[in-house]
């Protein structure tokens, strides 16, 4: 067991008393889940606050406590008062797991959209290269073939370095996570020594926390910031960058590693050529400062062809050899609720995707634009107590880009789902009539009204939830599967 002292060695502290040599069983950042002999760590959340909990902790048998404000504790229990208790936390967690991460080939993914594809076409990379494989992500957490639960895209800084911990003693070598803006800003990954940082691209999402772009922006550089900073591996790090998005020369100028970039429009040290986009796949040349090769991915979109480049320059600036990664990525049919096809022999085509942004929304419907033989149909609402900011322009990207919109409910939470879907509908109003939209709050009549009005050759895209299994109406978590509502409509249609 480790002391107090090497546990708090990292953290900003302030003040201290009691004895710090006290050797330490474990951390705890919720008072139900300390044990005898734990430190709890005080953290300040958006619910509550840990610091009324002590002496629920200490009532547990809590050996020390962390706090960044004054709390009372009994004489004989070490307080540390730290400037920022959820850092701490973060670093804390680190030193008492012995520090996981450095054991790991790390690769963090960050951006907008296509960190869950991304994420899972690097891990087939790394497999077919002969390395045990670590998954960090929005759908599922994998230690090897090992599927694990998962509560948020980035687990909490002391889950998320108990995960690593384990993944490192299961054998495990490289581990590839997405890493939320969420995260970044609340420093659940401050402690984890990543080799390859990841760019996707950055769209309007997620304001209700960020409040502004510049925050949400300056939220995704602090990962290619830290890429070379205290580091304990001799290897060299590396920024990787999509060159097309706007914001591409300011995570290039906050990158603290070498600079790797990709993309299709623009000159850059991975490019995609030639290329082909089809319903049920893609195929481009791909451009490497060392070979050229073909790919025919079973992926379609644009944004896809992106993400695929993405873990091509991953797998580029590991030493890993371009036809295991062709490979690879040839072998990769989908990714759960990613432009999930929903295919029961109909006459024509229905995907199920995750699209819940902007940018996100307008990429799924350009790429059903370019192999729809017939109309484009997007069903799709806008998740409660979330960025109200981007409802009337999602609204206004599928008006001008699909053919008929169908409105309805995504996760309306806490907020009336007729309220949400009036400021979609201000976006939708700007750019057609009522002729071509329905609006239809109940996600399952939207859906079958859609399947309903599909012909030979349109394209229906149910956007939002992609592989998410339940709804969330008030304070209920109902079940509800686009893929499988889909699916029994598509087999009942007659």
Known sequence: MKTLTEIIREIDVIDTRGDLGRKIAGLSYDSRKVEPGFVFVCIEGFRTDGHKYVSSALERGAAAVVAQKPVEVPEGVPLVITRDSRKALALMAAAFTGYPSRRLTMVGVTGTNGKTTTTNLIEEVFKEAGHKVGLIGTIMN????????????????????????????????????????????????????????????????????HDTMENYLAAKKKLFAGLDRHSAKPKPKYGIVNIDDRNAESIIEATTGRVLTYGVAKECDIRASDINLRDNGASFYVSTPAEEFYLELRLTGLFNVYNALAAVSVGFAEGIKWDSIKKALESV??????????????????????????????????????????????????????????????????????????????????????????????????????????????????????????????????????????????????????????????????
Request: glycine content about 8%; overall charge negative; charged content about 30%.
């Open 333 to 494: 049919k989908g990714v759960p609720g990613r432009m999930e096809k929903v295919d029961e022999g109909q006459d024509f085509s229905v995907f199920v995707d995750y699209a819940h942004t902007p940018d996100g929304l307008e990429n799924i419907i350009r790429a059903a634009r370019g192999f729809a033989r017939g109309r484009v149909i997007t069903v799709f609402g806008c998740g409660g107590d979330r960025d109200r900011k981007k409802r009337p322009i999602m609204g206004e990207i599928s008006a001008r880009l699909s053919d008929y919109t169908v409105l309805t409910s995504d996760n309306p939470r806490t907020e009336e789902p007729l309220f949400i879907i009036s400021q979609i509908e201000e976006g939708v109003r700007r750019v057609i009539d009522r002729s071509k939209y329905s609006i239809i709050p109940d996600r399952r009549e939207a859906i079958a009204y859609a399947v309903k009005m599909a012909g030979p050759g349109d394209v229906v895209l149910i956007a939002g939830k992609g592989h998410e299994t339940y709804q969330i109406v008030g304070e209920q978590v109902l079940h509800f599967d686009d893929r499988e509502v889909a699916r029994e409509l598509l087999k009942s249609k007659e």
């Open 142 to 209: 994998k230690v090897g073939d090992r599927v694990l639960p998962v509560t948020n895209t980035t687990p909490e800084s002391l889950d998320l370095q108990m995960l690593l911990k384990e993944m490192a003693d299961e054998g495990v070598s490289h581990v590839v996570m997405e890493v939320s803006s969420h995260a970044l800003e609340l420093d659940r990954v401050a402690g984890v020594d990543y080799d390859y940082a990841v760019f996707t691209n950055i769209t309007q999402d997620h304001l209700d926390f």
